[in-house]
Structures are given as structure tokens and as C-alpha cells.
């Protein structure tokens, strides 16, 4: 097929010029076949189509590093928040979504620190109202900003869900201090306990075990005076009531069991109790040529409360079991004069040759300090 040698054009043989550039055909028509020519006007698409190459590939890699750059200030912007620098991440997460329009989650994110930097806020506020002892308005707040959290989770909500946390075991720790400073009843203490045991942190703790030592010691010197009057009954529910509380306790339970063996001893032979002890005392002294106690101990102090406390120690130098021993003591003044006398039962009930008990009382009636000085001491050879 003949062509324009100029321009590639396709033309007929009779024709004389170019239709398309309009220059005058060689009349050798086989050189019209044998050189078809460059058709100079395919360049421009050509031109065309590869500056359009060039600048989508050069589209591509800006797009390529702008998200890149966008990736890299989305991370700082997490590190900022999990180190609770909310303001500084927000500005991060805003600087990521200009480079990333399409940046959902920096979109999130940017929503979710104004919630992050409120609940810093609601925080700082509830720690005032801590510090002003408004302790139930402080309570509310730590508890509507953790509602703001239900339906986001992440390692920021964690650590905010954290430090709420923290805030109001520190805040129901104050306010327990508190209460505990207002000279409370033993009912009164009876529910700080188990307020006490609801919060988790090592100062509750410590404040649970100081409640239940105070328990403990009532409970011991109330059950024990029902126990004094023969009045078993009584001095069990005490007991049991304490226990409640202090279901662990050596020095109840010891004493628990010495009212049910009192209890059987006093209902069945109480006659043949008190001559048993009588004879036993002075077998055991023959036997062992000294009594069957020895006295390791005995004191008298004021506890941080204003209440006398008598402590002692005893050690059986028996050569058998003994069991049930009490403790008669009486309080003297500077001038040995008598002020008070009591028994009290020794822990654990039965003592075992060269083992110790201890014994103690809290006299809750008297306000002032007295020499403790034992008046006898029995016990039983046999278990009632």
C-alpha cells in the first residue's frame, strides 16, 4: 500500500500530493512502497501518554510517603497517649489526618482523646473533692467517667480504667480513715470491715487487719466475762458473732472450745470439777515437785485506745497434758491496794509438758494503769 514518504500517510496512486501535509508525491511510485516515512504526528500522544506515566508514578510515590509520614506521626501520637500526654497525642492524631485524609482510625483517635483529656480532668477533680473530704461527691465522679469508657477498650482505656480504679480504692481508703477517726461502735465497726475488705489496695489491707484485731479483742473479753458468770450460752454467741468476722482466729476458737468444755463439765460435775482441780493441783505438785505452771509473764499497759491491757505467758512443767487452765489475777494501786480481780483463760486450751500458753484481757471500764499480779492459776489433768 503507498504512503506518503513525510509523513506516513496513506495515499492513492493517481494522487499527486499529500492529503495530510499537502507536499508533492515522487512520481517513482515504489518509493512511495518502500519508504512508509515517521508520522512526526504520533509523537504527541505518545509524549502525552508518558508524561502521564511519569507524573502518576511521581503521584503514587508522594502519595506512598505522605502516608508514611502520616503512619509515623500516627504512632507518636499513641505513644503520647499511652504516656498520658492527651493534648500532645490529639495534636499528633489532627497532624496524621492532614497528611492522611482518609485516616479513620487518627479520625477515632482524635475523638476519643477529648473523652481521654476529661476523664483526666473528671480525675483531678475528684482528687480535690478527696483532699476537701467530699468523699461521696468524689465517688460519682470517678464512677460517670468510667461509664464513658464502656464501649471503648485499648490500651489507653485500660490504663485510664486503671487509674480510676486506683482513685477510688485511694479515695474509699480516705474515707474509711475517716470514719475510723469518728470513734466508732463495735457495730459500727462490724461494717467498716467489710468496707475495709472491699477495697483492693495494700493500706486497706493493713487497716482490715487492725479492725479485726479490735473485733477480736472485744469479742475475747465479752465472751470470757459470760463465761466468769457461768452463763455458756451467752458467751458462745459472742463467740460465733466474732467469729464471723474472724473466722480464723486462734485466740476465738481456743476460747470457743474452752466454753464447751466448760459448759459439759459445769452442767454434768460441777462439784466433782472443782475437787478434781483441787486434787490434781496438789498431785502435780508432788509429782513434780513444783507446780504444774510456771510463770513466764505477766503485764499490764494502756493500749492507743485509753483501755488497761493484761498480757501473760505461762509454760506447763507438768509431765502429762493439761487443759482449761485459768488465770486468777488482781489489779493493784502504788499501795497494793486491790482495785479489780479476774480469771481469765489461757490460749491454746490444752498445754502440752514444756509448751507455753498466753492469756489477755482488755479491761474496757478502766481508764488508768495498775500492777497485774496473779492470784492462782488452775487447770485440769483430764479433758472434761
Known amino acids: ?41 504520533w509523537f504527541l500522544p505518545m509524549g502525552t501518554l508518558l508524561v502521564s506515566i511519569l507524573l502518576l508514578i511521581g503521584f503514587y510515590f508522594l502519595l506512598s510517603y505522605q502516608e508514611n509520614k502520616a503512619i509515623d506521626t500516627y504512632y507518636n501520637g499513641e505513644n503520647m497517649a499511652l504516656e498520658g500526654k492527651f493534648q500532645q497525642a490529639k495534636d499528633l492524631f489532627s497532624e496524621a ?25 473528671q480525675l483531678h477533680s475528684a482528687n480535690n473533692l478527696m483532699q476537701e473530704e467530699a468523699y461521696v461527691q468524689a465517688l460519682t465522679i470517678t464512677k460517670n467517667a468510667e461509664e464513658e469508657l464502656q464501649n471503648y477498650d485499648g490500651k489507653v482505656v485500660n490504663k485510664l480504667l486503671n487509674k480510676l480504679i486506683d482513685k477510688r480504692n ?65 458467751a458462745m454467741t459472742i463467740i460465733e458473732d466474732g467469729l464471723r468476722y474472724a ?21 454434768t460435775e460441777q462439784q466433782k470439777r472443782i475437787s478434781q482441780a483441787m486434787d490434781a493441783a496438789e498431785k502435780e505438785h508432788q509429782l513434780n515437785k513444783n507446780d504444774a505452771i510456771e510463770i513466764v509473764s505477766i503485764s499490764s499497759s494502756m493500749d492507743e485506745f485509753g483501755d488497761l491491757i493484761v498480757k501473760g505467758k505461762l509454760k506447763s512443767v507438768a509431765t502429762v497434758p493439761i487443759y482449761s487452765v485459768s488465770v486468777s489475777y488482781q489489779l493493784v494501786n502504788e499501795d497494793d491496794e486491790v482495785v479489780e480481780s479476774n480469771e481469765v483463760y489461757t490460749y491454746p ?35 472434761p
Open 1 to 41: 500500500m503507498p504512503h506518503c514518504p513525510y509523513c506516513g500517510t496513506e495515499v492513492k496512486n493517481e494522487e499527486q500530493f499529500c492529503i495530510n501535509c499537502g507536499k508533492e508525491l515522487p512520481n517513482d511510485l515504489s518509493s512511495r512502497l518502500s519508504n512508509k516515512g515517521f508520522n512526526r504526528w
Open 97 to 121: 489526618l492532614d497528611k492522611k485524609e482518609n485516616f479513620s482510625a487518627a479520625r477515632q483517635n482524635v475523638q476519643f482523646m477529648d473523652i481521654a483529656i476529661s476523664i483526666q480532668n
Open 170 to 234: 485511694e479515695i474509699k481508703t480516705e474515707e474509711l480513715k475517716f470514719n475510723l477517726n469518728q470513734d466508732p461502735s463495735i457495730e459500727d465497726l462490724k461494717v467498716l470491715l467489710w468496707q475495709a475488705e472491699s477495697i483492693q489496695n495494700e493500706e486497706a489491707k493493713s487497716i482490715t487487719k487492725d479492725i479485726r484485731t479490735r473485733l477480736v479483742n472485744f469479742t475475747y473479753t465479752k465472751a470470757n466475762e459470760s463465761l466468769k458468770l457461768r452463763q455458756f450460752s451467752d
Open 247 to 267: 473466722p480464723e482466729s486462734e485466740k476465738l476458737n481456743s476460747l470457743k472450745t474452752t466454753i464447751e468444755k466448760e459448759k459439759v463439765a459445769f452442767e
Open 349 to 383: 486450751d490444752t498445754l502440752y509438758p514444756d509448751e507455753e500458753g498466753n492469756f489477755e484481757f482488755t479491761h474496757y471500764e478502766i481508764d488508768q494503769e495498775y500492777k497485774a499480779k496473779i492470784d492462782k492459776i488452775q487447770w485440769f489433768l483430764e479433758s
